[in-house]
T-cell receptor, first 112, second 114 residues
């Protein structure tokens, strides 16, 4: 029973265009959502997060949108750069709990 | 800044052998975690330690034991390795005193069990 789902295993975009990565969840108790980026042979690196009391959080080229009624969040990268090519994981945590529940990841490839 | 350091980076074991994976963090975080990542899947929590002296099971604890040696170090032990434990293991730490505080990960240990 996957509580966090990333239904697109891969995504390819052109440099300079927008990348949109999607994530769905089923657990209503999740109160924080995070995005991590992972390069091969490295550990995941924290990218951006959003609290369930917000619907948008922006950090430079990265924006995360949260739609609680649809239990859906998305990560927008504008403009996309070749260095953004990596696997992106969506993760969520329940209020008062320390564990993160991860999605299966989306491999983003940004073509020069 | 070292952050989270895992040793070893690679290891090959035979079925039935035992092994301890080491993890140390230098960020003065109180919480530490062990995850495994298998192909096509996200990271799954094995065990975590909310603070020094405490440990709790995660989603997939069977076949593993952990020790929170001190605030800096959190080890994962496979007592009798099985091929199903072939995976990439990640250690992480976080400061849980801040809501939504992200976890910081090491670069992983790639473990193959023959």
């Amino acid at each position: 029973d996957q509580q966090v789902k990333q239904n697109s295993p891969s995504l390819s975009v052109q440099e300079g265009r927008i990348s949109i990565l999607n994530c769905d969840y089923t657990n209503s108790m999740f109160d924080y959502f995070l995005w991590y980026k992972k390069y091969p042979a490295e550990g995941p690196t924290f990218l951006i997060s959003i609290s369930s009391i917000k619907d948008k959080n922006e950090d430079g080229r990265f924006t995360v949108f949260l739609n609680k009624s649809a239990k859906h969040l998305s990560l927008h990268i504008v403009p996309s750069q070749p260095g953004d090519s990596a696997v992106y994981f969506c993760a969520a945590s329940e209020r008062g709990r320390r564990a993160l529940t991860f999605g299966s990841g989306t491999r983003l490839q940004v073509q020069p | 800044n070292a952050g989270v350091t895992q040793t070893p980076k690679f290891q090959v074991l035979k079925t039935g052998q035992s092994m301890t994976l080491q993890c140390a963090q230098d960020m003065n975080h109180n919480s530490m975690y062990w995850y495994r990542q298998d192909p096509g899947m996200g990271l799954r929590l094995i065990y975590y330690s909310a603070s020094e002296g405490t440990t709790d099971k995660g989603e997939v604890p069977n076949g593993y034991n952990v020790s929170r040696l001190n605030k800096r170090e959190f080890s994962l032990r496979l007592e009798s390795a099985a091929p199903s434990q072939t995976s990439v293991y990640f250690c992480a730490s976080s400061d849980f005193s801040t809501a939504g505080s992200p976890q910081h990960f090491g670069d992983g240990t790639r473990l193959s069990i023959l």
